[in-house]
């Protein structure tokens, strides 16, 4: 019987032991918060507007929801994939 072990650790190909910032990997330690924001802002968006201009993609959000959390004290926002 093997034993298979996979790791999952997310790698770059550029540096090894690096944390991505939220501008070069929203999905590797900002994927809940980012949604989150995305879902809000498409509500805000959608209260504003006609039935006929509702939005149903929460994706089309995805810039402005990282720039929106790129604010707070405690989102990482330059790393050395970016620098």
């Known amino acids: 019987m093997y034993t298979i072990i996979i790791d999952t650790t997310p790698q ?3 540096f090894d ?3 991505p910032c939220i501008h070069c ?3 590797f330690d900002h994927e809940r918060e980012v949604k989150e924001e995305c879902i809000k802002l498409m ?3 959608n209260a504003k507007h006609d039935e006929d201009d509702q939005a149903d993609d929460y994706s089309i959000f995805i810039d402005e929801a990282i720039e929106n959390l790129a604010q707070l004290p405690y989102i990482k926002t330059t790393c050395d994939l970016c620098y």
Do not use: G, P
């Open 25 to 27: 990997n929203w999905k």
């Open 12 to 14: 770059h190909e550029e």
């Open 17 to 19: 032991h690096t944390i």
């Open 43 to 45: 509500q805000q968006w």
